[in-house]
């Protein structure tokens, strides 16, 4: 029996793609799409995801939600509408004043959740936006003097509609260097959207039960970490992030902390994929989500330059230097 079958046999191999499917159900004809995300979220990562409105961002994040958790029911979502008089503790919470036992006692925020919706993120002031900066990149709440750990799995699914920019406070380079991916989950092809009509999969939503249980989910990111990757494809990642780097086209480069992104989704990509190692497919299927949001161009306004093309071009040039593994 070859490597591949014996992870696309394995427990952590199974329970992803039943997660996948069980999603499939509700947001209908993106496999390419869902995959990714299950990557990022296998991988630990947050997601940001830059579409337009009612393609079934919020469904999504409501369906993972329930999705995976146990016999009592699935994981705990909140969803918070970034608005520009949002304050930072209306994101994480408060301490107030009791007046029967005279002490001060801390309310979380909506942050104490396992998957957060922030909804058009960027809809809010640079001063509520780095509140939640903290929550992403340490996971725990401080207010005062006191620090609040949240749950082991935590999850931050952002939006943001790329076509209104009026009353928007576009995210800086520090926070969206947070997010693991950036996707966008596009308008069904014509077929799946007629079966959208037909069935309103979202409506049976208050039905879905846990898929997967939290802990046989936490096994298969285990599982991911541990995909083996070749010296050569970590090498060929930090070419490619050296390469944005010096790239006269860009004003800002990819960070290390792009490139750990990167592998580790690579790797969880792979498990997805039901394989026990990365391949450079893989690299390159991840590359644009993982990288691109991360790059600053010189010239913004060329039409015949994006940050993704950008990558795509650097990743195949790089990985075709690489000797067959």
């Not at 990562?45 to 958790?69: C, F, Q, V």
């Not at 929550?135 to 620090?147: D, F, L, P, Y």
């Not at 800086?172 to 799946?192: H, K, T, V, W």
């Not at 010296?231 to 290390?256: E, F, M, N, Q, W």
């Amino acid at each position: 029996m070859s490597v591949t079958e014996t992870l696309t046999e394995s427990e952590p191999s199974i329970k992803t793609t039943v997660l996948i499917e069980g999603i499939e159900k509700i947001i209908r004809g993106k496999r390419g799409f869902l995959e990714l995300c299950a990557a990022g979220l296998l991988a630990g990562g947050h997601i940001l995801l830059e579409d337009k409105p009612g393609l079934g961002k919020t469904t999504l994040a409501k369906t993972l939600a329930r999705l995976i958790g146990g016999e009592e029911g699935g994981l705990v979502f909140k969803r918070i509408q970034f608005t520009p008089d949002l304050l930072p503790y209306d994101i994480t919470g408060v301490d107030i004043f009791d007046p029967k036992s005279r002490t001060f006692r801390f309310v979380p925020g909506p942050v104490f959740a396992n998957i957060v919706l922030a909804d058009e993120i960027n809809r809010a002031a640079a001063k509520t936006q780095s509140a939640l900066l903290e929550v992403m990149a340490e996971r725990q709440v401080t207010v005062g003097a006191e620090s609040y750990p949240l749950p082991e799995l935590f999850f931050v699914i952002a939006t943001q509609n790329p076509v209104e920019n009026e009353g928007t406070f576009p995210l800086p380079a520090a926070q969206l260097d947070r997010f693991m991916l950036r996707l966008s989950i596009g308008y069904p092809d014509r077929e799946n959207e007629i079966a959208i009509l037909n069935e309103q999969p979202a409506a049976a939503l208050p039905s879905l039960y846990p898929a997967v249980s939290l802990e046989d989910f936490m096994k298969a990111r285990q599982a991911a970490a541990d995909i083996y990757c070749h010296d050569a494809l970590k090498a060929a990642i930090v070419d490619i992030a050296h390469a944005t780097r010096a790239h006269k086209a860009l004003s800002l480069g990819a960070s290390p902390r792009a490139a750990l992104h990167l592998l580790a989704a690579a790797k969880a990509y792979a498990l997805v994929k039901g394989r026990a190692f990365v391949t450079d497919d893989d690299i390159k299927a991840l590359a644009p989500a993982a990288l691109a949001h991360r790059l600053i161009l010189k010239d913004a306004r060329s039409p015949s330059l994006t940050a993704d093309s950008l990558v795509s071009e650097i990743c195949a040039e790089v990985l075709s230097k690489v000797e067959p593994l």
